[in-house]
T-cell receptor, first 113, second 114 residues
Framework: AQSVSQHNHHVILSEAASLELGCNYS??????LFWYVQYPGQHLQLLLK??????LVKGIKGFEAEFIKSKFSFNLRKPSVQWSDTAEYFC???????????FGTGTRLQVFP | DVKVTQSSRYLVKRTGEKVFLECVQD?????MFWYRQDPGLGLRLIYF???????EKGDIPEGYSVSREKKERFSLILESASTNQTSMYLC?????????????FGPGTRLTVT
């Protein structure tokens, strides 16, 4: 069955710490991968996406993610977090020729000054 | 800039009531989606639509129906609301053009069924 797993449910960091959020997917065939973010009180918005090509993808606000096909992973990284990165982060996957996505359960990130 | 709007941010309904949640997008997108978001469960797809009057069940369609009479509007209907349908409901849309699968989300409707 198709699925997306996020290993960290709640992450607490101090400002300037490095961040890595795990995401693994189970999907047959070619897959599109996404990270979405939901800031407190705001709607979900796209952080970055991977369809093909360079497996290291850069997104908004200094975030990046690396697609590792052999590990079925698409981990999100940021070298130095800020208080404003406090949010919930969702990994999502979909087959290459469809708009339908499966979302992970989300990771709540809290950054303290 | 794509805008997806939802008719209410907060809604309180009684058990057994019929509930309508409305979603409108202003960018002529082909595809629209309804999710519910629950803590620890992430987003789960209820229904989606690839065209006017077309709909497909998602992962959790039980207790819900949808309507898409116009391209820009996608309604979620709870025929007889129950307490286990208390949740945050999110609407999303996609352009539908091959190669662009980004979903654009509305602000959500937090529904409480008492």
């Amino acid at each position: 069955a198709q699925s997306v797993s996020q290993h960290n449910h709640h992450v607490i960091l101090s400002e300037a710490a490095s961040l890595e959020l795990g995401c693994n997917y189970s999907y047959g065939g070619t897959v599109n991968l996404f990270w979405y973010v939901q800031y407190p009180g705001q709607h979900l918005q796209l952080l970055l996406k991977y369809f093909s090509g360079d497996p290291l993808v850069k997104g908004i606000k200094g975030f990046e993610a690396e697609f590792i096909k052999s590990k079925f992973s698409f981990n999100l990284r940021k070298p130095s977090v800020q208080w404003s990165d406090t949010a919930e982060y969702f990994c999502a996957a979909g087959s290459y020729n469809t708009d339908k996505l499966i979302f992970g359960t989300g990771t709540r990130l809290q950054v303290f000054p | 800039d794509v805008k997806v709007t939802q008719s209410s941010r907060y809604l309180v309904k009684r058990t057994g009531e019929k509930v309508f949640l409305e979603c409108v997008q202003d960018m002529d997108h082909e595809n629209m989606f309804w999710y519910r978001q629950d803590p620890g469960l992430g987003l789960r797809l209820i229904y989606f639509s690839y065209d006017v009057k077309m709909k497909e069940k998602g992962d959790i369609p039980e207790g819900y129906s949808v309507s898409r009479e116009k391209k820009e509007r996608f309604s979620l209907i709870l025929e007889s609301a129950s307490t286990n349908q208390t949740s945050m409901y999110l609407c999303a849309s996609t352009r539908g053009t091959s190669g662009d699968y980004e979903q654009y989300f509305g602000p959500g409707t937090r529904l409480t069924v008492t």
